[in-house]
């Protein structure tokens, strides 16, 4: 990070603590695979942006793992660290939080993931639309939450993610994977933290609250959300509820409280 940036990033984290208001624009998201920012829409879905920037201020997203990738479709994370060994181990969570479905899944945009038949169930993972999943994403479930933006010149990164070959283990599924083969995969050689696409830090680095002007896309005006009667119907292969916990470790979290 250079100088500007940390010092933007220690302002940014005072402001944020005399204010229980959202005030950051940007943050900027470091992995092992490379650097991307997000344009946080803070003024009109403040909520999400909230619960977001809670996570970011308490370091909860730091050290979590991109734990699925769909082909043209999401790379999804927030939830989950690799503590030496599979299963993945979820991270801590706050309450969940009411559903802000105003703007449209297109390519590019980030959105909060939630359990399936349940609008205001989202915590603290949330995905990247690869595509423009509008037609699917805004209707389901009562349309996802898209609350940010990834600038442009940044997709380059989010692609290299999910560019990434994708492997199947006990209770996961398309986990995408560096440096690690198939063969590997078949000789079930151990994992290490390093062949995960790790998010290293997430660092507020702009905290101005105007996140309209300037965008490098306008946001688009999601026509489903609660209006919306697509149910769980759609392209991405039925109900979306693994959007918030693959739903072996939904079962295995349960058991355990």
Not at 96 to 115: H, L
Request: charge should be neutral.
């Amino acid at each position: 990070m250079t100088a500007t940036k940390r010092f933007k990033a220690l302002l940014a984290t005072a402001v944020l603590g005399c204010s229980g208001l959202a005030q950051a624009t940007i943050v900027e998201v470091t992995t092992n695979v490379g650097k991307f920012e997000i344009n946080l829409y803070d003024e009109s879905t403040p909520v999400t942006v909230q619960n977001f920037l809670n996570y970011v201020s308490s370091g909860r997203y730091d050290g979590t793992v991109i734990h699925r990738s769909e082909a043209n479709f999401v790379i999804q994370g927030g939830g989950f660290v690799f503590d030496q060994a599979l299963p993945l181990k979820a991270t801590t969570t706050n309450p969940a939080i009411v559903n802000e479905p105003k703007w449209s899944n297109v390519r590019a945009t980030i959105a909060m993931a939630k359990q399936a038949n349940n609008p205001n169930s989202a915590t603290n993972q949330w995905f990247i639309n690869l595509r423009n999943n509008a037609s699917n994403l805004d209707f389901q479930n009562n349309g996802f939450t898209v609350f940010g933006q990834i600038s442009s010149t940044d997709m380059d990164v989010i692609d290299a993610i999910a560019g990434l070959p994708r492997y199947n283990f006990t209770g996961l599924s398309n986990v995408p994977l560096r440096n690690y083969t198939s063969s590997d995969r078949d000789d079930n050689k151990p994992l290490v933290l390093d062949n995960f696409v790790v998010v290293e830090s997430v660092v507020v680095v702009d905290n101005r609250t105007n996140t309209i002007s300037g965008l490098t896309l306008v946001p688009t005006t999601n026509t489903g959300g609660s209006g919306g009667s697509g149910g769980d119907s759609g392209s991405s292969g039925g109900s979306f509820g693994w959007l918030l916990l693959p739903l072996s470790l939904l079962a295995l979290r349960r058991r355990r409280g």
